[in-house]
């Protein structure tokens, strides 16, 4: 069996990080968080570096990032960045290199709701970020939709039943052992 290369995309807030993490220790696998990995290579906040470099600069790095880990081979349960299927590089690499990509899809209303505090996310930082968060999903939905070949509904389900249903379709793919 070819190692388990899978990948979970989807807006901020939509949970990639926490289901990456629980997927990835579920299945023992090494998990590479895309946005913590820029942070060691930028050497700074991604906020930070969005305000010193500007979006396009941050885009770049994450470009090449990405282009570095879908060409390692081995292992690995990646989350990405919200913005990562921008590019339709990105989009290629993420089908190419993992195989596997889930969209972890939620409404905006839903991510407001988990998000309204959070003061890491530089394209939240607006005096209306519902409406800012309903503008990305009309814009990346069907670009998510591109990106992957399973779209999680993430409404609902608690983190472990999400977890579940990504291990499941990984099961029925044949990329990672039944469970007996
Ligand atoms: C971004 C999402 C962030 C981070 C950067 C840009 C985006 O990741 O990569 O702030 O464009 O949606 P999360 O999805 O983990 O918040």
Redo the contacts with the bound molecule.
């Keep these: 069996m070819p190692p388990t290369r899978c990948a979970l995309v989807?807006?901020?807030?939509?949970g990639?990080?926490t289901v990456g993490r629980q997927l990835a220790r579920r299945l023992q696998l090494p998990l590479v968080d895309?946005?913590q990995r820029?942070e060691e290579v930028l050497g700074t906040s991604?906020?930070q570096y969005?305000e010193e470099c500007g979006?396009d600069a941050?885009r770049d790095r994450?470009q090449a990032l990405l282009a570095e880990l879908a060409a390692e081979p081995g292992p690995m349960v990646l989350?990405?960045?919200?913005?990562?299927v921008?590019r339709q590089a990105n989009r290629s690499a993420l089908r190419q290199g993992f195989g596997q990509v889930f969209y972890l899809r939620a409404t905006p209303e839903d991510l407001w709701r988990r998000l309204r505090h959070d003061q890491?996310?530089?394209?939240l930082q607006v005096d209306n970020p519902l409406a800012r968060l309903r503008e990305?999903h009309r814009v990346?939905d069907p670009l998510y939709r591109e990106a992957a070949n399973y779209v999680i509904e993430t409404g609902r389900p608690t983190v472990h039943t999400l977890v579940n249903m990504v291990a499941m379709q990984l099961e029925m793919a044949g990329a990672v052992p039944a469970r007996t």
């Design positions: 989807g807006l901020p807030g939509s990639k990080s895309l946005d820029l991604i906020r969005f979006e941050f994450e989350s990405t960045g919200g913005g990562a921008l890491t996310r530089p394209l990305l990346r």
